[in-house]
Structure formats: structure tokens, C-alpha cells
């Protein structure tokens, strides 16, 4: 039996991990996440909390800084902190579902500022990227933190330190002290994600990440940390986990069998909560079915898995949200504004649309309970049944496992592109969208990361 830490190895993963070493397939995706996160921060460039967090950022200079999608510039952590919210801010941004739910594209802010702040070339950010997908992912798919109240993004601080520590180059002994410092202070708590959500929401994994690179730049020069963070009597496995695992091999591991991690997540095809994703497509079909004509909806009732009941399904703020954040994470406002509009889109969850009576009144019609029969099936797949009752007593039924952008149903690259052409070209145009496009399709040979980053201002 090995007696290496887990801190240890994954110092040892990251430091032999290698751009030769990765896939093609992983490094296609890389740059499908990149496309789709600016997609997703584009989208949030109006929203308050982005101009809280860069009112805040612009008070804080810093030398080596990094730059501030859409402009300006702050420490390396600020700016992963305002660029991680505008990633997240829309919960638009791409998913992994496990024992632990993920937004793994959150590391992506962290792995942009740090590599600017070092000069990281295109193939040193795709490297970061994949391992920082490697080590969340394969946490999350070891052991549940939401089923103690602890947050998903408490994974992410470790991950986005390490992400950190491998383009500054940290050798394995700072790594471990990196983690170590990563782990030990950022257990963040699920109230983020229960009841009247709030625009922190958003921001959590963002500031998880923020604090991944401090961890990393002290190490950097340094400082240690505690350990074993993992294994200690009072670590990791004891306090937070409460149970002690052995994440799987990583990609490129010996042992490993099936890949890198980042070509097991999921783009999202609608901005809203995952597990809403399949019940928003059940529902767009039925409304064709319907042939757009809702006056005769008597009734909507949603059979669902339990993870979408306890997160998505069972507070009373999703039948009235009263914030973009609870809207966002309501399976049944989601799904009657889904079969109401025709369709779910960033302006579905503007508060003017989630407050408007005739809405409200219709996802008051909604009804959703939990079918233990389809526990089984997740996370494999989200399996959610959505049976409408019209009028006169007749029953229409859809159900839908993979919806559009799951692994098991995969946008292409054209949808992926589509994506991001629908927030980016009304605010820069047809020309500045295609450059962005340019860069991101060719990051391997990337140069300059403030360059990136300066399209966006």
C-alpha cells in the first residue's frame, strides 16, 4: 500500500504533467471551454455584481497584475475573482455532475490571470486547464460535499491552486504546501445555493479560485502549509469529506483507463441550473407538440432525480424568485418558462420576465416531486419526465436523459461557436467575434495572454 500523501501525488501529477502528454481530444476541448466561458462572461458584462467586483478590483494595482475581461487591470487575484464571476455569473458555464456536482470552467479565470502574470504561452494554458479539470472532476466524482452542507467549490480552491503552482513552475515540494494552504481555509458552506439565492451565488467559486492563487503565490516564495491537509487528524478527510478516498488515477496516470476528465463535462445549451437542462428540453418539445398554443396547460407536473429535487426542486422561492439567482435555479420556473416562451435565454431570468404575473401564475401551475426510480440513472445521465395536463383532461408526457450539450449529446463545435456569436456580436461585431474565434481555435500557439484578454475591452 502506497504511503503517499494525496497532497503529495497530486504535486507529482502536476509536475509531470506535460502538453505532449495530453490528448488531442482533450486539447480540442480546452479551446471549446475557452470559447464558451467567454461566451459566458460576455453575457455577464452587464449584470451589477460585475460592476461591484470591478468597481472593487480597480482600487488595487499590483506588479506582475493581470487584466479584467472588458477592460482594465488589478492584482492577479482580483482579476480572478472578477473574471471567475463573469464566467460563472449566468450559470451558463460548463458542468460535471458526480457525487459532487461542478462548474469546472470556473479554474479557467485563475488560469488566465496566473499565466499572464508568468508569460504563459497557449500551450502552458491549455496544460493548467486540463489539469485543473483533472484533479476537480476527479474529486468530486470520490466523495459528495453538498450531503454535509459544504459547497462544490471548496474542490475548486485546491484545484485552481494547483492549476496556479504548475504555470508558476513551483517544483512538487511547493506544490504540496500550495495545496496545504488551498485546503485548509476555504471550506465554503451550501447556504450559497439554498432558499432566496443572492448574487454570492455567482461568485463563490470565483473567490475559491482568488484564493487558490494566493495559496499558490505564497507557497510561491515560501510559505508553507499545513499537512497532512488530507490524512490529518484534523484534515481534510476527518472534517470536510468525512471519509477518506483515493480520487481514481488522473489522465496520463499509470492506471488510468479513460481519458482526461475535461471530455466527461458538459456545455450548457440553456443558461440555467444543469439539472433543469433535460426538463427544459422535455418542455420545448412539448410545446411544439402543442404547436406553441399554452392557454390549454391545465397542469405541469415534473418527476424528478434527487439531486435536481434537493437543489433545484424543493424550496417555495422557486415558484415566485425574487432574484436572477433563484430563477436561474428553479426547476419549475425554468420549465414553465420554457413551455410559456418557447424558449430559455438570458433575458428569461431579467427580473422584468421572472416577476411578470402571467409567468408567475403559470409556474404556479407547476408541480415537482422526486422519483426515486430515477435516481439510478444519474449522473449518467439527468433523466427528468414532464407531464402536462391540458384542459380537457388529455395528458401529454416527454422525457429527456441527455439533453442538448451533455456528454451523451454533445454540442458540436458550430453550436459551440453559435453560442458565443449570440452574446459576442451585438456588443463588439461580426469582426471582432471571428478574431476572438481565431485566438481561441489556434491556442496552442498563443503568445500573449493580455493580447487575448484585450480583445475584450
Known amino acids: 500500500m502506497s504511503t503517499q500523501t494525496l497532497a503529495a501525488r497530486l504535486a507529482d501529477y502536476a509536475a509531470g504533467l506535460t502538453f505532449d502528454k495530453l490528448t488531442k481530444e482533450a486539447v480540442h476541448e480546452v479551446k471549446r471551454r475557452f470559447i464558451d466561458s467567454f461566451a459566458t462572461a460576455i453575457g455577464a458584462m452587464t449584470s451589477d455584481a460585475y460592476a461591484i467586483a470591478k468597481k472593487c478590483a480597480a482600487r488595487v494595482s499590483s506588479t506582475p497584475g493581470a487584466s479584467v475581461l472588458a477592460g482594465g487591470k488589478s492584482s492577479v487575484e482580483w482579476a480572478t475573482f472578477v473574471n471567475g464571476l463573469l464566467i460563472r455569473y449566468l450559470d451558463f458555464n460548463d458542468t460535471y455532475l458526480s457525487k459532487e456536482p461542478a462548474h469546472p470552467s470556473d479554474n479557467l479565470a485563475a488560469v488566465l490571470a496566473v499565466g499572464e502574470s508568468v508569460g504563459a ?39 485552481a491552486a494547483v492549476a496556479a503552482a504548475k504555470l508558476m513552475k513551483l517544483d512538487a515540494t511547493k506544490v504540496t504546501h500550495t495545496v496545504g494552504l488551498a485546503g485548509v481555509c476555504n471550506v465554503a458552506l451550501r447556504q450559497t445555493r439554498s432558499g432566496e439565492l443572492s448574487m454570492w451565488k455567482g461568485c463563490a467559486f470565483a473567490n475559491a479560485a482568488r484564493n487558490g492563487v494566493f495559496a499558490a503565490t505564497l507557497a510561491a516564495d515560501g510559505m508553507t502549509g499545513p499537512a497532512p491537509i488530507f490524512e490529518g487528524d484534523l484534515g481534510f478527510f476527518k472534517l470536510v469529506a468525512r471519509e477518506v478516498f483515493t480520487p481514481a488515477p488522473f489522465g496520463s496516470e499509470p492506471g488510468n483507463a479513460d481519458g482526461f ?58 415558484w415566485a424568485p425574487k432574484t436572477r439567482e433563484t430563477a436561474d435555479h428553479s426547476l419549475p420556473y425554468c420549465t414553465a418558462a420554457a413551455l410559456h416562451d418557447g424558449d430559455v435565454y438570458l433575458e428569461t431570468f431579467d427580473e422584468a420576465h421572472f416577476t411578470d404575473p402571467k409567468l408567475v401564475a403559470f409556474t404556479g401551475r407547476v408541480k415537482v416531486h422526486h422519483d426515486g426510480t430515477l435516481d439510478p440513472r444519474y449522473p449518467t445521465g439527468i433523466p427528468n419526465r414532464v407531464t402536462v395536463t391540458l384542459a380537457d383532461g388529455r395528458t401529454l408526457v416527454k422525457e429527456v436523459e441527455f439533453p442538448r450539450g451533455h456528454a451523451g449529446n454533445p454540442m458540436t463545435d458550430a453550436e459551440v461557436e453559435a453560442k458565443f456569436r449570440r452574446v459576442a456580436e451585438p456588443r463588439y461585431g461580426k469582426a471582432k467575434a471571428d478574431q476572438i474565434l481565431a485566438r481561441c481555435w489556434d491556442l496552442e500557439n498563443l503568445t500573449s495572454v493580455t493580447e487575448l484578454i484585450g480583445l475584450f475591452g
Not at 122 to 132: E, H, K, N, P, S
Open 121 to 159: 504561452g497557449g500551450r502552458d494554458l491549455i496544460t493548467a486547464a486540463v489539469l485543473a479539470y483533472e484533479i476537480q472532476c476527479r474529486f468530486c466524482d470520490a466523495a459528495s460535499l453538498r450531503k454535509h452542507g459544504v459547497d462544490h467549490v471548496t474542490y475548486g480552491a485546491i484545484s
Open 261 to 318: 476528465m475535461i471530455n466527461k463535462t458538459y456545455i450548457k445549451f440553456w443558461p440555467a441550473e444543469y439539472h433543469s437542462q433535460s426538463a427544459i428540453d422535455a418542455a420545448l418539445q412539448l410545446r411544439a407538440e402543442l404547436k406553441g398554443d399554452v392557454s390549454r396547460v391545465a397542469g405541469i407536473d415534473i418527476a424528478t432525480f434527487e439531486a435536481s429535487y434537493n437543489i433545484i426542486g424543493k424550496y417555495p422561492e422557486a
